[in-house]
């Protein structure tokens, strides 16, 4: 049988490119304060064009990055920042490099959303390089897929010295005694998961499992008011009607446990 | 003129003000998925679910510790995480100010303490794990004697297990049901 491939075997990983000192400080200076308009311009590196749709919704009269004097510009000869999106597959990596090499110095290069950082969803295929750090020397990542119009902004704000880092890497290391409280323990166990699997069916993954715990807190609630009632109100502070109707369901289920249990 | 300026008092002011103002977002708006490494046990579901293997368990046998990580750059907000967690540790946000300069701030860790088998000694889960486990299951048992046999139980590794199964189901002596055919 033939040897396993990966995709390691296949790529060769790049240089890092050099820069001057003199560029360096200059960049230092545009990255603390930049005191004037930037201009950005967009290299797609082979993402799915989502983040395309949100940066062009950053533009839009509703976030409005010009109000910072951001200014998307078509040529890479005219940017100050070079804005990368997607995983840089084998294909886009000289583009990439051109438009890196085409852009007067000091240039910022922001990398945008999941597939600019590390190559996203698409990271282990075999035409991907995995990330825009991978070819250029990257100033700020902005994860997101695709980052909101919002995240955006700030990716931009903390790029141009305007707002502040929030994530910090951390590591927690587990403490003496550290022991994890049982969920619902007042819940009937096969209760609990005909709940779940109830809200699942109904509304798929992630919702399924919000709406199922909604509706445990609901029953677990230590109030004087009646299971009944307090179903019934959780029901009725919900405006979505979709969600109303699962509540429903959920409560068929409860009922035909309950009375199962009793005959 | 005049109709131009009514037009835009009408309108009034359509820019969100966010940074000068707090962002808006809505309540199903999908941020960071936050961790909670004291509610975690390390079970590793979160890790096989994840899509973008954003999530990593890693094992170090010799240091007797398993760190999870998450890395915010590959991670894809889909809330896979959420699902299938079993004690809700880890749930999307609505935060979305993740933009770093240093690429290693994108990742968070957790270390945990590995559960050793009572009977062989070999390192097969977390600390956390085997505590959770058994008291889950313990919560089920009809007798306390029952919920201490799952306790012993759940403290042993799967080769183990299947060896004691071999044992006892010897010592219980099961009659032969298919001779009589
Ligand atoms: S980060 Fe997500 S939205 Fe952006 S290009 Fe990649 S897959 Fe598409
Ligand atoms: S939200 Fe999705 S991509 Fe992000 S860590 Fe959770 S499972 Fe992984
Ligand atoms: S699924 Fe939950 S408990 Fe299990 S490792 Fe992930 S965060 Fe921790």
Redesign the interface.
């Known amino acids: 049988m033939n040897a396993p491939i990966f995709r390691d075997d296949l790529t060769i990983k790049p240089q890092g490119l050099s820069m001057s000192n003199e560029v360096a400080a200059l960049k230092g200076r545009l990255l603390k304060s930049i005191g004037r308009s930037v201009y950005v311009y967009r290299v797609d590196c082979g993402g799915c064009n989502g983040c395309e749709i949100e940066i062009f919704a950053a533009i839009t009269p509703i976030f409005d990055a010009e109000r910072f004097g951001i200014k998307v510009v078509p040529s890479p000869r005219h940017a100050d920042i070079l804005l990368y999106t997607g995983a840089v597959t084998r294909a886009m990596r000289m583009p990439g490099l051109r438009a890196y090499e085409a852009a007067p110095e000091p240039k910022i290069v922001v990398s945008y959303g999941a597939c600019g950082n590390t190559g996203g969803i698409f990271h282990d295929l075999y035409c991907v390089w995995g990330g825009t750090d991978q070819i250029v020397p990257v100033d700020v990542y902005i994860p997101g897929c695709p980052p909101s119009p919002q995240a955006t902004i700030y990716g931009f704000a903390m790029a141009l010295g305007l707002l502040d880092q929030k994530l910090k890497e951390t590591h927690h290391v587990e403490g003496e005694g550290e022991s994890v409280p049982l969920i619902h323990p007042e819940i009937p166990y096969a209760l609990r998961v005909a709940v779940e699997r109830r809200a699942r069916e109904m509304a798929g993954y992630l919702h399924g499992k919000v709406i199922a715990e909604a509706f445990l807190a609901a029953l677990a609630a230590p109030e004087p008011a009646s299971v009944e009632a307090r179903l019934a109100a959780l029901t009725a502070q919900e405006s979505d009607p979709r969600v109303v109707e699962i509540y429903g369901q959920l409560r068929a289920v409860l009922r035909a446990m309950v009375v199962e249990q009793a005959s | 003129m005049f109709k131009l300026l009514k037009e835009i008092f009408r309108t009034g002011q ?3 003000l ?2 000068f103002a707090p ?3 809505i309540k199903d ?1 999908r941020g ?1 998925p936050e961790h909670d ?5 390390a079970c590793a579901a979160c890790t096989g679910a994840c ?4 999530l990593s368990m890693k094992t170090d046998v010799a240091a007797g510790t398993r760190t999870w990580a998450i ?10 995480c ?2 299938v967690c ?4 880890i749930a ?1 946000t609505t935060e ?18 590995l559960a050793y088998c009572r009977t062989c000694g070999a390192a097969f889960s977390t ?2 794990e085997v ?2 486990v058994a ?2 299951l313990g ?2 048992a009809e007798t306390p004697k029952e919920a201490e046999r799952i306790r012993a139980h759940a403290e042993i590794c799967p080769a183990c297990k299947r060896r004691l199964d071999v044992e006892e189901m010897a010592q219980a002596n099961p009659v032969r049901q298919m001779e009589c055919l």
């Open positions: 359509a820019t969100a966010y940074p962002p808006q977002t708006s960071k490494p004291v509610k975690c046990i899509p973008a293997n954003a890395n915010y750059g590959q991670c894809v907000f889909c809330g896979r959420q699902e079993p004690t809700n540790a999307l979305f100010e993740l933009a770093v300069a240093r690429k290693d701030d994108l990742i968070t860790r957790a270390t945990f303490k600390l956390k505590d959770y008291r889950l919560a089920l």
